[in-house]
């Protein structure tokens, strides 16, 4: 709700309708989507994606001084 009351449409539905929506952990098939934690922070956010994607090593290689 803190994600929909920042946004243009925040006015037309609300919480009553999104409630009738929403599906917990409604991933696609076959495992293909993670769930990053609300909790994590930005930089371990970046770091699990990078790493995920197989990109940790070009990031690496761009830190170096």
Do not use: C, K, N
């Not at 076959?30 to 909790?39: D, L």
């Amino acid at each position: 709700m803190r994600r929909h009351a920042t946004r243009p449409q925040a006015g037309d539905f609300g919480q009553t309708e999104m409630t009738a929506w929403y599906r917990g952990r409604d991933l696609l098939p076959g495992g293909i989507e993670q769930v990053i934690p609300a909790e994590t922070t930005l930089e371990a956010a970046v770091e699990w994606v990078l790493r995920e994607a197989g990109l940790d090593s070009f990031r690496r290689q761009r830190d170096r001084p």
